[in-house]
């Protein structure tokens, strides 16, 4: 089996609240749809096809006028916020055809991200992004990572993600060791607002911390929780608590004795061989670091982590290059952990399946 692609009917992360200031445009790929944003004067953060409807010049390099309307660099036509074309100065007093206008994207701003919705607008409502409720919530202290331009397919980091036998060799000495590797799966699966999820759930007792888990949670030996779930193809939420042996069971909260994180991937697929993965790494406010007792555990986190993500991008990084090599006779073996990751792709795959059918639907009504 190739690559999978991205299923265009699901929420993914364009960018935090604050890179999105009044007035100011950005331009994005999400699953191969050239997109224009911005923020109005109003609040609402906007989004339209990027091409303008002229000749397809990137309206992303153009500019907001004082009155709102975003002007064409090239010919100078102006759109107003709801992507109309209100003016084309070659000729300012003739009719402007109805066809000059721009397509939308539903954005919906929440939990301090912006999301955005490349698919069909008709099925738009059917799903909802994933909470991310730490990112703003005074009681966590959240590090939002940069957004990296990985060349590899999403699905590549969501199989990295829901599996982590690869924490030994790829890891080893950083936040993993082969006894982490051999730690049993269990698998919950579900739906929430319309997404399908698949979780891995690995608990273990007695386990001796790898070094980077004691510098930002303290205990060496813990019983431990972690947890791993594809929310959606656009996001995936990773929950660890540690506590001293016979202790976990209380939460990981403000004051509690779990100690750990929640850290959040956001997978937004340009196309079948680059995606956009950013993390956002939180940790009850209150909870300092044993490696600098001065730092939150999530900042202290945040300048080690990225070693780790390295090791991880390199990885992404080889596997995408062999799939350039035709599939001919090769096959990929499952192994009992990959159960995970297994279900990941079918869940992708029915999604596929679900909007081609929708399209096909919809080109037979027409
Ligand atoms: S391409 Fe935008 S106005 Fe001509
Ligand atoms: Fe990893």
Redesign the pocket.
């Given at each position: 089996m190739g690559l999978i692609s991205a299923p265009r009917n699901c929420w993914y992360v364009v960018g935090t609240s604050e890179e999105f200031p009044t007035g100011e445009l950005t331009g994005h790929v999400v699953c191969n749809r050239p997109i224009v944003m911005w923020r109005a004067k109003e609040g609402d953060v906007l989004a339209y096809d990027d091409r303008c409807a002229h000749k397809r010049f990137p309206l992303s390099k153009g500019r907001l006028m004082e009155d709102g309307t975003l002007e064409c660099a090239y010919h100078g036509m102006r759109y107003d916020v709801t992507g109309k074309c209100v003016l084309i100065p070659s000729h300012p007093t003739g009719p402007i055809s109805p066809q000059a206008k721009l397509k939308p994207f539903p954005v919906i701003e929440q939990d301090g991200l912006v999301w955005i919705w490349p698919g069909d607008i008709a099925q738009a409502e059917t799903r909802k992004p994933p909470r991310t409720p730490e990112i703003t919530d005074p009681d966590w202290t959240t590090v939002v990572g940069e957004a990296m331009d990985t060349p590899a397919n999403y699905m590549l980091l969501i199989e990295?993600l829901l599996d982590i036998t690869?924490?030994y060799p790829?890891?080893d000495g950083n936040i993993g060791d082969v006894a982490n590797s051999r730690i049993p799966i269990e698998l919950d699966e579900g739906e929430v607002d319309g997404n399908r999820y698949v979780k891995t759930i690995r608990k273990v007792q007695n386990y001796e911390q790898p070094p980077y888990l004691v510098d930002w949670f303290h205990y060496e030996t813990v019983d431990r929780e972690h947890t791993h779930c594809m929310q959606s193809p656009g996001m995936t939420r990773v929950v660890m608590r540690n506590a001293p042996p016979g202790e976990l069971g209380g939460g990981l909260a403000k004051g509690s004795v779990e100690r750990g994180y929640v850290l959040l991937h956001s997978h937004t697929p340009i196309n079948d061989r680059r995606h956009i993965w950013r993390w956002y790494m939180s940790t009850p406010v209150d909870h300092m670091s044993a490696g600098d007792p001065s730092m939150p555990a999530a900042e202290r986190a945040a300048t080690m982590f990225p070693n780790?993500v390295e090791?991880?991008k390199f990885a992404l990084d080889q596997q995408q290059a062999m799939f350039d090599y035709p599939e001919e006779d090769y096959q990929e073996v499952f192994l009992k952990p990959d159960k995970g990751l297994r279900r990941a792709r079918q869940i992708v795959q029915e999604m596929l399946r679900e909007e081609q059918a929708g399209r096909q639907q919809a080109q037979a009504a027409e």
């Open positions: 990295n690869h924490f790829l890891h780790v090791e991880d």
